[in-house]
């Protein structure tokens, strides 16, 4: 064996997840905010999911319609997995103590409760650099924890209908219309993530910690990002366009085939030439209608029709493999064929986990790639399931667990 060989083989042995060495404190439920810690566990995180034993824990657990066995929905597996369970009701003024220690031991704290809940359970860094100097402190909430909607409810749909979202999906003769997906949820999440992230490099290199926040509002509103700078530099509202077009480059848009729908996106001038020779149309090109952006929007609507007719005559399966490499497309697929595309399944960007009970299940994988190896693959903890075990990490007694046991602080 070469020396190199054994250089390589000795970095694979050594390497580890990029966040094996963090510690969270996760004080969440339902989406958002733990579908950003579950980013961090997949890579690596220890993520320490604290749930009140007195009031079932993460409502996710109960979202239906689909349950591996009674109080375990596969909603919260699908957000929870690689993560530890640690029954905790901080409500109870003997929790503090419990909340301490477990600060003292982690890196970070990451909540997403109303705005006005983590300064009432003592979650920010004011409340806890006392007991750890680093403690970095990431907050997600719904409209922030200052300014006047600090104690309002929120949920994604609602940020989708304020922001202008609904403005902007769907048919332009149709009711207004929602992602549907959580979007918002998704990217606040990832958002989270990202902050308590950066609020981790600072405090390693200064040592000391901060509270970093993130709103489901505010992230709905920073998606609007290129329509937001046209209306507000240039005062242009835009409005829903058919087809799902783009509102200045065309063609990128759905279009028909012989046998139902196909998305183009030549959102790059090289690829109009590109279409227009996989169609056997090379006199477009020359076309004074169709020769740039600004000509093609112009005539949008006619040259639709005309690419429709020039779809008409083969598949969308026949016209995905005419244009592969060369010609940006895509199938517009149902949830079935999104999932069963061997793109999905041999390549992957499926996960499989083992349920104690039900046995194997599957799940969308983590789309960050690691070359330290793949991410962990434990499934979403029982209730309280780690709650002794980190506890007696802590030095904790048998005795002192019983007792807060029985005192349903735990």
């Known amino acids: 064996m070469s020396e190199a060989e054994?250089?390589?083989?000795r970095s694979a042995k050594d390497a580890v997840l990029p966040l094996e060495s963090i510690r969270v404190i996760a004080v969440e439920q339902y989406g958002a905010g733990p579908f950003g810690t579950m980013f961090l566990a997949d890579l690596g995180a220890e993520v320490i999911k604290v749930e009140n034993p007195n009031d079932g824990g993460d409502m996710a657990r109960d979202v239906g319609p689909f349950f591996f066995e009674e109080h375990d929905s596969v909603f919260f597996h699908s957000f929870n997995r690689n993560k530890k369970s640690l029954t905790l009701d901080l409500t109870k003024p003997e929790?503090?103590?419990?909340l301490h220690d477990l600060v003292r031991s982690a890196d970070a704290l990451s909540s997403n409760l109303r705005g006005d809940v983590p300064e009432k359970l003592g979650l920010t860094y004011e409340h806890l650099k006392i007991h750890n100097p680093k403690i970095v402190c990431a907050h997600l909430s719904a409209y922030g924890r200052k300014g006047p909607r600090t104690n309002w409810p929120g949920y994604d749909y609602l940020m989708q209908a304020?922001?202008?979202?609904?403005s902007l999906t769907g048919d332009p003769d149709g009711p207004p219309a929602r992602f549907g997906l959580s979007m918002v949820d998704f990217m606040t999440g990832v958002g989270l993530a990202y902050a308590l992230v950066a609020g981790l490099i600072s405090a390693r290199s200064t040592g000391i910690g901060q509270d970093l926040d993130i709103s489901l509002f505010d992230v709905a509103l920073s998606n609007m990002n290129y329509l937001a700078a046209w209306y507000l530099n240039e005062g242009?509202?835009?409005?829903?366009?058919?087809?799902?077009?783009?509102?200045?480059?065309t063609p990128s848009q759905l279009y028909r085939t012989k046998d139902g729908w196909i998305f183009i996106m030549c959102n790059k001038e090289k690829f109009w030439p590109a279409l227009c020779d996989a169609l056997n149309k090379p006199e477009w090109k020359e076309n004074d209608k169709f020769k740039n952006f600004q000509n093609r929007l112009a005539h949008r609507d006619q040259l639709t029709e005309t690419i429709d007719h020039a779809l008409s005559d083969r598949s969308t399966e026949d016209w995905l493999k005419i244009f592969a490499g060369n010609v940006p497309a895509a199938p517009v697929n149902d949830l079935m064929q999104a999932l069963e595309n061997p793109f999905v399944t041999d390549h992957g960007r499926l996960q499989m986990l083992k349920h104690p009970s039900r046995g194997d299940y599957r799940l969308v994988a983590n789309p960050v790639r690691s070359s330290a190896g793949e991410t962990p693959s434990r499934p979403a903890p029982t209730l309280g399931q780690h709650t002794d075990e980190i506890l007696r990490e802590l030095n904790y007694s048998e005795t002192n667990i019983s007792k807060l046991r029985a005192g349903k602080v735990i």
Do not use: M, Y
């Open 162 to 166: 304020e922001a202008g979202f609904l």
């Open 95 to 98: 929790s503090v103590v419990v």
């Open 6 to 9: 054994c250089k390589a083989i």
């Open 236 to 249: 242009e509202i835009q409005h829903r366009l058919p087809r799902s077009a783009h509102p200045s480059l």
